[in-house]
Structures are given as structure tokens and as C-alpha cells.
């Protein structure tokens, strides 16, 4: 199963800073990326997803960058509040619809 | 409250015995899917159900199984148990072409 990689491994941001998650892709097959929020004891939910043929797409704090050619795709939230600590996973998949899952990042916002 | 309903939500058993974790995806979903959550090995596709069909399997072991039911519940049958098979094991639901909403999780504890 070809890997995403996911950076940082850990991550802190004071409140009201910007938070920025990087994944890296190895499946040109991949034609979906999302990104899941999971808080402890919490299943992961989704929070953001973007298709290939797009570039950026803003819901609210969040953001995602995409970088087809480079095969890369990022995460942006503005604003960061301490709700908003928990972990992130990005993930690709293709048409059987499994997820590739990153390896997470433990996010911190100070208050 | 997602929609996936997982239970138990923790199991304590012992090495070599057999558990069965069940899974009510949300209404109107078709797709199962489960996934294994170790500190090891991150978030692992491990097996996924079309309306009570084995769509795609990934890193599931020959010890694990599992099955749809008409009435699209699912349910993943891990016997011979390790150590190793500690984890947290999600299930989750879409509709096809859809994103996945993800159930709270049964935490295994292999003693």
C-alpha cells in the first residue's frame, strides 16, 4: 500500500496563530484528499476534502492546498483556537475508496 | 453522535481467544469499512463491504474476518488473539462516492 507522509509529528501554535500541515502522496491513482480531525477517545471525522482537479479550497479556518505536480497537499487553520487541539490525519484514496491514512499530527493551540 | 454505531466500546480479553466487534452503519449507507488504530502502525485499512459483498481487502490478517448482513450491519471476527492485536478498531459508512463517517471505535486490550 503506497504511503502518505504526513509533517510535523507535533505541532504547537500560540491562539490565534496559523497551523499548517504538510502530507506527501505516492499514488497517482489518488483522486480524493481528505483530512480527518480526531479528538482522544473520538473516531476520526472529516473535516475537509478537495479532488485533484482543484487547487485550494476554504471551508471556514480551514484550508487546503494542493500540489498536483509536486504531488503534495497541505492543511492551513487560521485563527487556531485550543478547540481546535487534536490530532489531524490526512489520507488519499482512488476509486476503490479505501483511505490511505498520514501518520498524524498532534496538534496544540496555547490559550 | 456520527451516525455509526460500534460496540462494545472496550474489550478486555486474552491471548488466544476470539472476539466479534459489530457495527450499525448509518442509514441509507451501503459501504463499511474497518480500520485498525495502533501507536505502530497508525490508521490500516483492514476490509470493506458493499451491501453484505467483500469489496477490497487490505492489511487484515488470516486470523480476522468479517461479514455484512442483509440488514447492513457488520460485524469483524478477530480470533487467536495477540498481544499485538491491541488496538482501536473503527468502522465506518458512506454512500458511495461519499466521505466516510467514522464510528467511535471498540478499543481492544489483548492480555
Known amino acids: 500500500q503506497q504511503q502518505v507522509k504526513q509533517s510535523p509529528q507535533s505541532l504547537i501554535v500560540q491562539k490565534g496563530g496559523i497551523s499548517i500541515i504538510n502530507c506527501a502522496y505516492e499514488?497517482?491513482?489518488?483522486?480524493?484528499f481528505p483530512w480527518y480531525q480526531q479528538f482522544p477517545g473520538k473516531g476520526p471525522a472529516l473535516l475537509i476534502a478537495?479532488?485533484?482537479?482543484?487547487s485550494e479550497k476554504k471551508e471556514g479556518r480551514f484550508t487546503i492546498s494542493f500540489n498536483k505536480s509536486a504531488k503534495q497537499f497541505s492543511l492551513h487553520i487560521m485563527d487556531s483556537q485550543p478547540g481546535d487541539s487534536a490530532t489531524y490525519f490526512c489520507a488519499g484514496s482512488g476509486s476503490a475508496r479505501q483511505l490511505t491514512f498520514g501518520s498524524g499530527t498532534q496538534l496544540t493551540v496555547l490559550p | 453522535d456520527s451516525g455509526v454505531t460500534q460496540t462494545p466500546k472496550h474489550l478486555i480479553t486474552a491471548t488466544g481467544q476470539r472476539v466479534t466487534l459489530r457495527c450499525s452503519p448509518r442509514?441509507?449507507?451501503?459501504?463499511v469499512y474497518w480500520y485498525q488504530q495502533s501507536l505502530d502502525q497508525g490508521l490500516q485499512f483492514l476490509i470493506q463491504?458493499?451491501?453484505?459483498?467483500?469489496?477490497a481487502k487490505g492489511n487484515i490478517l488470516e486470523r480476522f474476518s468479517a461479514q455484512q448482513f442483509p440488514d447492513l450491519h457488520s460485524e469483524l471476527n478477530l480470533s487467536s488473539l495477540e498481544l499485538g492485536d491491541s488496538a482501536l478498531y473503527f468502522c465506518?459508512?458512506?454512500?458511495?462516492?461519499?466521505?466516510?463517517?467514522f464510528g467511535s471505535g471498540t478499543r481492544l486490550t489483548v492480555v
Open positions: 463491504y458493499y451491501n453484505g459483498e467483500e469489496r
Open positions: 499514488n497517482t491513482a489518488f483522486d480524493y
Open positions: 442509514s441509507g449507507d451501503l459501504s
Open positions: 465506518a459508512s458512506s454512500v458511495i462516492q461519499g466521505g466516510y463517517t
Open positions: 478537495i479532488r485533484p482537479d482543484v
